[in-house]
């Protein structure tokens, strides 16, 4: 989140400055918020084992 939150600082600074070259960070930044997402959101959705998928060991 915090190199999301820097793309985005980056981005804005260079709307700001008239340095449109700096816009070219905005990929990165959509890449980094998607991975954070991804980050906060896979342990929500794990999927546990079901009771079929355990061994027998009887």
Same mark, same amino acid.
């Given at each position: 989140?915090?190199?999301?939150?820097? /793309?985005a %600082? %980056?981005h804005?600074? /260079? /709307?700001v @400055?008239?340095?449109w +070259?700096? /816009?070219r %960070?905005?990929p990165? %930044?959509f890449?980094?918020a998607?991975?954070?997402?991804?980050?906060?959101?896979? !342990? $929500? @959705?794990? $999927? #546990? !084992?079901s009771? $079929?998928? @355990?061994?027998? #060991? +009887?």
């Amino acid at each position: 989140m915090i190199f999301f939150a820097l /793309g985005a %600082v %980056v981005h804005v600074a /260079g /709307g700001v @400055t008239d340095h449109w +070259s700096w /816009g070219r %960070v905005l990929p990165a %930044v959509f890449v980094l918020a998607q991975i954070a997402l991804a980050v906060e959101v896979a !342990p $929500r @959705t794990a $999927r #546990t !084992p079901s009771p $079929r998928a @355990t061994p027998n #060991t +009887s």
